[in-house]
């Protein structure tokens, strides 16, 4: 049967591109070692390796959630601690106060450490962080958590200014966790504590004044409530900090998994890449030299 050279030509030059492809997409998936380099190589495991990635994606950005949520809460927990301190060397103040056998200058004297404490205690309420945003205010972050109206009386000079906001931040699938704390309650405390300073500073005040000593049992009832507020609070957030450390470790694990898949199908296999690179290089030289042969010959030639 006789070929036309037309025919002849064009069915090696299909040859000779399917071998040379061949050649260039392996040499492309040996250098990087991945086996699907455009999704037409493997629209299954394209598909997989899609959803694969997504999912380590989002898994990566709870895990950056709870990484920032763990500093905020561990900040609003050493913020909160001091606040327990203040609060407990007041009541023990207090109850110092509380003795009748106290003289008047005795009395006097605690003034300026329950002041300390007072003025420490709002100050710490009314922490920025460093954005400049309250911490202890709810959603109110641009407003102070305490007001402090120096015109009003004595025991209720100060107020709680923010809200009961709550602000929810992601970390899993269908889980949020709240990233901040508000310190109502706090007020009132303050307010029963100034109002003993108040009593305490007068000259002259007597131990046994029945006015001072139940301004003074306000207080130390104010001091057991505020503790209880803000111990509270302080278990809640460790409790919170647990949680996101066990979330943490599961995205972790998830993600881990997920990668081992991802290598498990996306991976490429030296081995067989590297024979079947080297049968279509052979196959290549072979289509080359019979070319060069085959084109040489003609109706003349004699064998």
């Known amino acids: 049967m006789r070929i036309a050279s037309s025919q002849f030509e064009a069915t090696m030059n299909r040859g000779l591109e399917f071998n040379q492809e061949n050649i260039s997409k392996l040499t492309e998936q040996l250098a990087d070692g991945n086996k699907i380099q455009v999704p037409s190589d493997d629209p299954i495991t394209a598909v997989r390796l899609s959803r694969l990635t997504r999912e380590d994606d989002t898994l990566n950005q709870y895990r950056a959630n709870i990484g920032a949520v763990k500093i905020r809460l561990s900040n609003n927990e050493t913020y909160l601690t001091g606040v327990v301190n203040d609060v407990t060397q007041a009541h023990d103040q207090l109850v110092w106060a509380s003795d009748g056998g106290n003289s008047s200058s005795d009395l006097n004297s605690m003034v300026q450490t329950l002041q300390s404490l007072r003025d420490s205690i709002y100050y710490s309420s009314n922490t920025k962080d460093a954005e400049g945003h309250y911490l202890f205010s709810g959603n109110q972050t641009g407003t102070p958590s305490l007001s402090f109206n120096a015109g009003a009386a004595a025991g209720s000079r100060y107020s709680y200014s923010g809200d009961q906001g709550e602000q929810k931040v992601v970390v899993g699938n269908g889980i949020t966790q709240t990233a901040n704390v508000n310190v109502q309650g706090l007020d009132t405390y303050l307010n029963q504590l100034d109002a003993a300073i108040d009593q305490l500073q007068t000259p002259g005040i007597n131990g046994t004044d029945p006015a001072l000593r139940a301004v003074l049992k ?31 470790t ?5 993600s881990l998994s997920n990668e081992t898949a991802m290598t ?7 081995g067989v890449a590297s024979t079947q690179l080297n049968g279509y290089s052979t196959a290549l030289q072979a289509s080359y030299k019979a070319y060069a042969k085959i084109s040489s010959l003609s109706l003349f ?3």
């Open 250 to 254: 599961n995205h972790a694990n998830v």
């Open 301 to 303: 030639n004699i064998l």
């Open 218 to 248: 306000t207080a130390l009832d104010g001091s057991d409530a505020a503790l209880s507020l803000v111990s509270g609070k302080i278990a809640d957030l460790g409790g919170a900090q647990n949680i996101l450390s066990t979330l943490d």
């Open 264 to 270: 498990d199908i996306g991976q490429l296999d030296y």
